[in-house]
């Protein structure tokens, strides 16, 4: 029959699909291995000609160049491992500070823009559209060039209720310290925090099987407040003490200093980032459809309950990956610092290329390390959005 | 029935009291909310009115104009850029002609933008009665370009095929000048700068990003394990560090890798930074759109026989691509302002301008505020209109309508 002979016609090579699949992946992966070669041989040349050293043996070496500001000790006898270390810390101290504050800020902010109060949405909505339609190199330049280096001097700071007080040398902040016995407050918090998290996970797991309400919320609420008060009376009822900075001398002593590049820097990125977080809140109130809030209202729950059973777990669910990815803009944005001159892991890694001469084995652990922080994320983000998927009929 | 219409008639838009009452006082909480945000707008107001118009100094902007515009770049050559200007902005005229609403708020916006420009009343030796003329002709340009655009003999394909070859023109041979042209003198890069150069180094990289970053998304949903692989190393990898790294990468280490009697201009080597990190954002959207194609359509193609080559050029990409022009247009926004980033490899951009003109004068060192807000006032105009055309471009495609 015919069907037959036209199954049994050989197909010939150049349109047999297998063929052209594996000629396909042999050529392109023949393509990409030949430039990344062509590139070595390039760079190997180069390297001999010039005599550059391509191993990481100076990072033993001592770095000998200062960093003005670190979160661990550090000093230019130090060697240039530490100095990379310190510039890690110091990207990711201004990004946990960024993180917390642009979070609050875009919330309210967000929250503003969607408020039943026609001139507040404005408000809102002006302080988007100005961050949002302004590169951050421009907004970090206004703060720091612009704002924290006009300052005036540490006689005539300016002062902010507080108090906080404004100068050249930075924003001091009244900060709250430990006492000597502050510690068994601090374990003691700790140890609420932990206890109130078990009590969660188990009381909810409980109700999951049997049905039944173990109040798991107000349990856990319970003891993230109830231990650390303990702790509070155990410390003899003053664990903190606010220690407000003074003018002694030429020079503020005690509070909180930030220095003008750490607050400029901060500001900037808190305020760019929370205007894009304020958008992804806005939307994800908004994704959660009328109905919902209807729906919730007729059944007879009260507003407050609509608020947390119905809107906010929903809302949440739309704004959860959006959120972490600004999270790791900010995080990756914090490398503008170099432009205002805190030396946080890119500005550390320029200097070490000019003091220790070897641009390529510090470059790759820049980028390396950024690469590690983004695909961390992306790991949480993924695991994120497989657990919350709705499971749809 | 005159009840019949009484019902489906829409309902009247509320007074000017109604409204006030419902949306400013709707009870106590929101009345108070009313009066203090009143009190704080009006207070920012004054507070902003007063410094910009008595406080602030802008000698460092208004004592040369020019410097922000094309930077550096001999005077005596000014022509140059005002011609590649004129050309594009005739051409944004064509293009409005021919592709209607797609294109028309970009028109629009740049034609009045330039022709407002014309217009401010600022005294400065650098703008020449033939400095202000050159800028009232674009809006007169773009309107000659709409009406020859609108001609029936002009199709798209005659625009693009002129925005090539305009823009091949404009960028290889009008600005860099030829060398041994005594009418064209060969203008080094590094006098390059200004707004020119920003605009450049955006409309560079989202022209030239996009095709790799086409190629990108298509490979990513190859069936080929291989290719797959390599363009999700490539994205990922390139997503996950800060452009600035890869700026400096590119700017320091670029010549590393190429044989050393290469040379490439620091400019170029900056434009193809940004084009490689724009190729990479280009493919996650472009991805988006290609997911958002229903499996329907290639099962169809298919069934009519097309192979996958016709399937993706003819069927899938024209649809997926259609989807995304305004995500693409909201990437080139966000380009625009990352084009900032090139002074931290020593780039005159607009910011570098900036930067100059207060290193170089002493007297300005006190009014950095009014730089980098000016600054920043140029990049807001850009940024926010464009964003607006672009939601009047989603209307015009339709998204999320078919």
């Known amino acids: 029959m015919a069907t037959g002979e036209y199954i049994h016609e050989k197909i010939p090579l150049w349109r047999d699909e297998r063929v052209l699949r594996a000629v396909a992946q042999v050529v392109s992966t023949a393509v990409i291995l030949g430039l990344l070669y062509w590139g070595l041989v390039n760079f190997l040349e180069i390297t001999r000609q010039r005599g550059m050293s391509l191993a990481y043996g100076f990072l033993d070496q001592p770095a000998g160049f200062p960093i003005a500001e670190t979160f661990i000790p550090y000093a230019p006898t130090m060697s240039f491992g530490r100095a990379f270390l310190a510039g890690l810390v110091n990207t990711l101290v201004v990004s946990a500070a960024g993180v917390v504050l642009a979070t609050v800020i875009g919330f309210i902010v967000g929250l503003a823009r969607l408020s039943s109060n026609w001139l507040v949405s404005r408000i809102a909505l002006a302080f988007i559209e100005f961050h949002r339609n302004i590169p951050l190199l421009v907004l970090l330049a206004i703060w720091y060039f612009g704002i924290f280096s006009q300052l005036p001097r540490v006689q005539e700071s300016l002062t902010l209720p507080g108090p906080v007080y404004l100068n050249q040398r930075g924003l001091y902040l009244t900060w709250p310290r430990l006492s000597e016995t502050g510690e068994i407050f601090l374990i003691s918090v700790i140890a609420g925090i932990i206890l109130a998290v078990i009590a969660w996970v188990v009381l909810r797991l409980i109700r999951e099987k049997t049905g039944r309400s173990t109040y798991f919320g107000t349990v856990s609420l319970a003891i993230l407040l109830l231990v650390p008060a303990i702790g509070w009376l155990l410390s003899g009822g003053s664990p903190l003490r606010f220690e407000s900075p003074e003018l002694r001398g030429f020079n503020f002593q005690g509070g909180l200093r930030l220095s003008p590049e750490f607050a400029a820097l901060l500001f900037g990125l808190t305020l760019y980032t929370a205007a894009f977080i304020a958008e992804v809140v806005r939307a994800g109130i908004q994704a959660v459809s009328r109905g919902q809030l209807e729906a919730a209202r007729a059944v007879g729950l009260r507003y407050t309950q609509v608020l947390s059973l119905i809107i906010i777990p929903q809302a949440m669910r739309v704004i959860i990956p959006p959120l972490i990815s600004q999270y790791l803009n900010l995080t990756k944005n914090s490398s503008l610092a170099v432009y205002i001159g805190y030396q946080e892991l890119f500005a550390v890694g320029k200097v070490t290329i000019n003091q220790a001469g070897r641009a390529v084995p510090v470059f790759i652990m820049v980028m390396a390390t950024y690469l590690v922080i983004s695909l961390l994320t992306s790991l949480v983000l993924n695991i994120y959005n497989r657990r919350i998927q709705f499971i749809e009929r | ?402």
Request: positive net charge; contains cysteine; charged residues 10%.
């Open chain 2, 1 to 402: 029935m005159a009840t019949t219409t009484d019902m489906l008639s829409p309902p009247a838009a509320p007074s000017p009291i109604e409204w006030l009452r419902k949306n400013l006082f709707g009870d106590i909480f929101n009345a108070l909310l009313t009066i203090v945000s009143l009190a704080f707008i009006l207070f920012a107001l004054v507070a902003m009115a007063r410094w910009v118009f008595f406080t602030a100094d802008w000698r460092p902007v208004t004592v040369a104009p020019l410097l922000y515009l094309v930077g550096q770049y001999p005077r005596g050559e000014i022509w140059r850029p005002g011609l590649s200007l004129l050309v594009s902005t005739f051409l944004l005229g064509m293009s409005w002609g021919v592709w209607e609403r797609y294109v028309k708020a970009f028109a629009i916006f740049i034609g009045a933008l330039l022709g407002i420009l014309a217009l401010i009343p600022l005294e400065a030796a650098s703008i020449t009665l033939a400095v202000r003329a050159a800028f009232l002709a674009n809006p007169i340009l773009i309107y000659l370009g709409y009406r020859i655009g609108r001609l029936p003999a002009v199709s798209g394909r005659h625009v693009f095929m002129l925005w090539l070859v305009a823009s091949v023109l404009i960028t290889l041979v009008l600005l860099p000048g030829i060398q041994g042209v005594p009418d064209l003198p060969k203008i080094a890069t590094t006098a390059w700068g200004g707004l020119m150069v920003t605009l450049l180094l955006a409309v560079g990289g989202i022209v030239l990003s996009f095709p790799i970053g086409v190629f990108l998304a298509l490979g990513r949903r190859s069936s080929l394990p291989v290719v797959k692989l390599f363009c999700i190393a490539f994205i990922e990898a390139v997503r996950g560090v800060p452009l600035v790294t890869l700026l400096f990468m590119f700017s320091i280490m670029l010549t590393l890798f190429l044989p050393p009697q290469a040379r490439i201009d620091r400019l170029v080597r900056a434009l193809i930074a940004m084009v490689l990190f724009s190729a990479a954002y280009t493919a996650e959207n472009v991805r988006g759109g290609l997911q958002a194609i229903p499996p329907g359509q290639v099962e169809a193609a298919k069934a009519v026989g097309l192979n996958n080559f016709q399937i993706t050029t003819f069927i899938v990409l024209p649809q997926a691509l259609r989807l995304v022009i305004p995500t693409i247009v909201g990437q080139f926004i966000s380009l625009f302002k990352d084009t900032t980033l090139v002074v931290i490899v020593g780039i005159n951009d607009l910011l570098g301008i900036g930067n100059a003109v207060l290193n170089l004068n002493p007297e300005f060192v006190r009014l950095q505020m009014e730089v980098y807000l000016f600054i920043a006032a140029i990049f807001w105009v850009f940024s926010y209109f464009m964003s607006y055309a672009s939601q009047q471009l989603e209307r015009a495609l339709g998204v999320g309508e078919r």
